[in-house]
């Protein structure tokens, strides 16, 4: 249709506007981000003091304060990912290879469309539920229980709740593309219904709940608006970096090296366990 | 598989519960925006439209929605020539690097939000203040429209991806020019995942609070940061409720009709 050279001239255009965006919006202000966590702050005047140092990363390493709230940030990610696992794996059964299939459509967009209700207005939602007269201790007080109230359990409920459709969607997708005949190989051999579950159905959704578990750890690591709503004391990374932008941010910029290297170290375990494809 | 009729109502019951938990909250939410009971005790002891007046009324909500729409349209904006832009490149070439073009798209949201935010916190400050540019409405575009680009990339991509090979060299044997194939093949083609990527970008950006935090500055507020504000004074609660009901109600419609459109239920937030 057009000269080679037609097409490169073409392609650059295409390109350039995307790439001159991100590139400078975005790669560049994580460069400004990841340098400055090697700089210093003047501790009266909290101005950035540009004298090159890796006392922040020494300090993030050593302090016992932030060990903890690290170590606590992760427990949380994982126990999120736990909660949506389990969560997860009947109901997206049940879309996938109950329902009738003239269900599963507007099943997967029931699931899906709270997705995109404001992130804000659910964890303000369960703030209002989990309160001292709210819903759930109106529930559970017949029973005789009481709720868990504001805390770390309503971080990883509250987590758990605002994650669960990342990980529906993609076990979906996995017990949806499992054949038939493998579980009916598997009943003709035998097996009960648990062992087909334990020997068929969860190894072939095994890379899929990986696969959602990167959005639910990932997203549990750096949040810190749930748990500033629904986390009553409980302190996480998140709120660390947040409150040491203004004042410290070279502290911040080393804090925010925590997560992101999480995130990297879970991708790149993930990925080797092939998970990844499935996306 | 034959499960038993014990175990197919086991997975029903759980179905059911879970629906039943993804939606409690959210209807509560609206609910309570006709409350009585200004503590939102359950059960509600009385209906009132009272919320929504003040709300209707008050002048900082206003106000925040105001901003909030202005981000969303100016970053929606952005998106969308951003977004459809890399989406032909990576679509229409092969070229070395594509896939980090991919890459780079989808870095801002795969990132943590506070990394995000924080990262351009620091390079406004570095960069744009000694320029004389404060914090304010330009400062948010900005940080929106980096995170939603990806979505109109995705939507525009997937729809390229649909679109049958042959269709724009048909166009072209028949004579028509590049323009004329663009305008009237490739055009009506991906006209609705435009659509459909625009108004998931304006939900996302609509609703948005992390990276807001970090690039408002102190006098702007959209209307998640007036939210947020205002949540841990007690007498706005009520107020509160009903602009977060009414939150709810914005950001859910534009991707239902976005979901029509695309027939694709992630909405390419995936």
Redesign the interface.
Known sequence: ??TRHG?RLR?AG??A???I???A??????A??FL?AFWTTDSFTTDVVRIWTTDNFQQVLTVPVYRTIALRTLSIAVAVTVVDAL?AL??A???AR??PARLR?A????????????????A??????L?E???I??LAAPLGLHGPGYGTTAVVLVLA?LW?P?MI??VYAALERLPEQH??A??DLGAG?WQ??RY??LPAVRPAVLAGSV?TF??S?????AVQ?VGGKTQML?NV??SQ?TLD?PM??AL?AV??VL?VCYLTAVRRAGALDS? | ????RT??A???G??AL??A??????L??LL?SFNADR?????PSGFTGEWWRRAWHSAGARDALLTSVQAGLAATA?AL???S??A??VH??R?FGRQT?SF??V??I???????G??????F???LEPLGIGFGLFTVV?GH??FC?VVVFNNVAARLRRLAPGTEEAS?DLGAR?PQTFRYVTLPAVRSALVAGGL?AF??S??E??VT??TAGPGTQTL?IW??SN?SRPNQAPV??AV?AL??AV??LP??IA?RLSSD???G??
């Open positions: 249709m057009t097409e392609l295409l390109l506007p995307p790439l965006w991100l590139a919006a975005y790669l560049g202000s994580l400004v981000l400055s969560l009947p109901m059964y049940f879309m109950v329902a459509g099943l997967v967009v029931a699931v899906l469309t709270p997705l995109w209700a404001s992130y804000l207005v659910k303000y939602a369960w703030r209002v539920m309160g007269h709210g819903l201790n109106a709740y669960l990342y969607l993609p579980l009916e598997s009943a219904a087909t579950l068929v159905v959005f990932s997203l690591l750096g949040d810190y608006v709503i998140g970096i947040a932008v941010l911040a910029a925010s997560p992101v995130i996306l | 598989m034959r499960l038993s175990a197919r086991v997975l029903g759980c179905m879970g629906l938990v993804v939606y409690v909250p959210l509560l939410v309570n503590s939102f005790a359950w059960p952005v020539v951003l977004g832009l890399a032909f490149a229409r070439h070229f073009v780079l798209v870095l801002p795969a990132l943590p939000g506070i990394v995000t924080i990262a351009l916190n620091a390079a400050r570095t960069v900005v429209a980096t680009v072209a590049p998931l939900a996302l609509f609703d609070i992390v935090t970090f998640p939210i947020y949540l509160v409720n977060a939150l709810i950001s859910v991707v239902y979901q239920a992630a909405g937030r995936l």
